[in-house]
């Protein structure tokens, strides 16, 4: 039952809805990828993009250009948003505001104390870091040897510092570790994120409900996928599935025993809203699965914007403007390789 | 009768040179085959590698899309020292007409146990491992059922190499990324391939210049 978000919502959030719709207004369209496919340079790219909002974060890049310097200015664009969004927010709105960014802080931490392990320069790895990611003592976490240290040391003044107590051990820290500690993190993070909005109640706890299921389910399906042949057990690939979600819990106990594609999509076809992901592939075949799996979520982000006072649609936003950076960074690497005749196996349109 | 002594002896002499000729002939004309077969050779695995390259490259972009790229970028390549997984052996034969060095990769191979190629080509990337090496906090002991289909041989050393080298990347990487280190493993086979028909390519066509400058001096 909503609790009238109607009468209160716009005295706090209306500001920021209606800028956050305005920038939902300028992410790009089916023509614009059109235009953009039909590129035989990355220059030819830039020169399309100078038309479009990522304009401005391009037109000062020299020749010639790279995927990746397309890519981080694009980035740009997005945390400039987030940013006016963030310092222009008010309590609950800014709260989950930062929620949506632990991900990232969550793949920043991982990405250092790998890159530390394998003996890499701290400043190369802050470079490659993003930007949504950043916290005040980042640079500090290439101190640590093992969890302990690493929570003890950083991780504690941060908000992943809730996250850490199921994976705090005095063992070294190792590929497997990390892995595990990124997925664990990772789990509480979203469990901690549906929480919070199950609190806030209303039109924000359905629909974000429904998105967060969502990414639990298809984390869920890619442990499972990526898990297969690896020194991972069953037991502890089950521990790292969400304890939310459509598949939670029956759906996870099959996935935790599959140990082939074709068994993970017998698994998800018993479920009706991924039975029309699985049925875009052929058997034995996962390529297209990430972009069938973008596509549907692109479809709910999309639907977000349907229904008004809510905070879903501060979330949507942030989710497709990333899709969009991972078609242009699709659509570049196409280019820069000569391969575009592939740039259609990757790409989500959004409108 | 000495006279025709002298004419048989100068037939014999005639048609033992006649027969050196068809032989040197014939010699000429398999070099010359040889040589071709070689430059087909070559022309075939180079265009082969450029197309095993560009699926490798399409394949490590689409496993940056796929797992994001803070997981997938330079930053993460490890510099520790450790020893090298492949190495490549030279041998020398001891053939008359191919007195040339030969290539052999060496893939996935300890400083203990070496997998030539011969070996190695037998072995085929199967999705369903029978003996994933047990890791020191939990036991794996559950039996794995073979896959429906052609049996697929695993060489379970190959398997954990192949892991170990992926693993800077994080230990559970998508499908697309093991599956573009698939495809630059090929490429390297074929870049020694090439080095071994470039070789016999280079040996038979300065056989082939001798034979012609012989015949022509």
Redesign the interface.
């Known amino acids: 039952m909503y609790g009238f978000e109607a009468l209160t919502f716009n005295v706090h959030a209306g500001y920021l809805e209606a800028i956050v719709r305005g920038h939902r207004a300028g992410l790009l369209t089916a023509a614009d990828y059109n235009n953009l496919c039909q590129c035989e340079t990355l220059d030819d790219i830039k020169m399309h993009l100078s038309a479009t909002e990522y304009g401005p974060y391009l037109q000062n890049e020299p020749s010639p250009l790279h995927t990746?310097t397309i890519?981080e200015k694009c980035t740009l664009k997005l945390v400039e948003d987030y940013k006016h969004m963030l310092c222009q927010a008010t309590e609950p709105l800014s709260t989950f505001l930062e929620y949506i960014t632990y991900g990232h802080m969550i793949?920043?931490v991982?990405?250092i104390v790998?890159?530390t392990l394998?003996?890499?320069d701290v400043q190369?790895?802050l470079?490659?870091?993003?930007p949504l990611g950043m916290f005040d003592s980042i640079a500090t976490l290439a101190v640590a040897q093992n969890m302990r240290e690493l929570y003890r040391l950083v991780l504690v003044d941060t908000p992943l510092a809730p996250y850490f107590s199921e994976c705090i051990t005095s063992e070294d820290l190792d590929?497997?570790n990390?892995?595990i500690m990124?997925?664990t993190l990772y789990k509480a993070y979203l469990e901690d994120f549906y929480r919070f909005c199950q609190k806030l109640g209303g039109a924000t706890a359905e629909i974000m409900s429904d998105l967060l299921s969502f990414e639990a389910d298809r984390r869920a399906v890619?442990?499972s996928?990526?898990?297969?042949?690896?020194?991972?057990?069953?037991?502890?690939r089950k521990k790292l599935y969400s304890n939310f979600g459509l598949l939670h819990p029956y759906g996870h106990e099959e996935l935790a025993v599959c140990?082939?594609?074709d068994q993970v999509r017998g698994v998800m076809e018993k479920y009706p809203p991924y039975q029309s992901i699985f049925s875009k592939l052929s058997y034995g075949e996962?390529?297209m699965l990430?972009k069938a799996f973008y596509e549907e979520e692109v479809k709910r982000l999309c639907l977000a914007f349907e229904q008004q006072f809510h905070y879903g649609v501060f979330f949507a936003y942030m989710r497709l403007r990333e899709q969009e950076i991972?078609n242009l960074?699709?659509i570049s690497?196409?280019v820069a390789?000569n391969?575009k005749s592939?740039v259609h196996?990757?790409v989500v349109f959004i409108f | 009768m000495e006279e025709q002594d002298q004419m048989q002896s100068s037939i014999e002499v005639e048609e033992l040179e006649e027969q050196q000729q068809r032989e040197g002939k014939r010699l000429e004309e398999e070099n010359v085959v040889r040589f071709l077969d070689s430059l087909d050779s070559y022309v075939t695995l180079l265009d082969s590698l450029s197309s095993t390259l560009?699926q490798g490259?399409?394949e490590l972009?689409?496993a940056?899309?796929?797992m994001?790229?803070?997981?997938i970028?330079g930053?993460?390549?490890?510099?520790?020292f450790h020893s090298a997984a492949t190495s490549l052996q030279v041998t020398h034969h001891d053939d008359e007409i191919l007195n040339q060095p030969h290539f052999t990769l060496c893939k996935w191979a300890s400083s203990k146990n070496g997998y030539g190629d011969e070996k190695l080509r037998e072995n085929k990337l199967?999705?369903?491992?029978d003996g994933?090496?047990?890791?020191h906090?939990?036991?794996?002991a559950?039996k794995?059922p073979e896959?429906k289909g052609a049996p697929l041989i695993v060489d379970d050393q190959v398997?954990k190499e192949r892991?170990k080298s992926l693993?800077?990347f994080?230990?559970?990487?998508?499908?697309?990324l093991r599956?573009a280190q698939l495809s630059f493993e090929t490429a390297l086979e074929t870049l020694v391939e090439i080095a071994n028909v470039r070789l016999t390519m280079l040996s038979t066509s300065d056989q082939v210049r001798k034979e012609l400058e012989g015949t022509e001096g």
Not at chain 1, 127 to 130: F, N, P, V
């Open positions: 990746t890519v793949d920043n991982v990405l790998t890159g394998h003996e890499r190369e790895l470079e490659k870091c993003h590929d497997m990390i892995e990124r997925n890619n442990i996928i990526n898990s297969i042949g690896t020194e991972l057990t069953r037991d502890d140990e082939d594609i996962s390529q990430d991972r960074m699709w690497e196409c390789q391969q592939r196996d990757s | 560009r490259w399409l972009a689409s940056r899309q796929s994001g790229a803070s997981r970028n930053a993460l390549l490890d510099l520790k199967q999705t369903n491992s994933p090496q047990l890791r906090r939990s036991q794996f559950e794995i896959t398997q892991t693993s800077m994080g230990t559970l990487v998508s499908p697309k599956a």
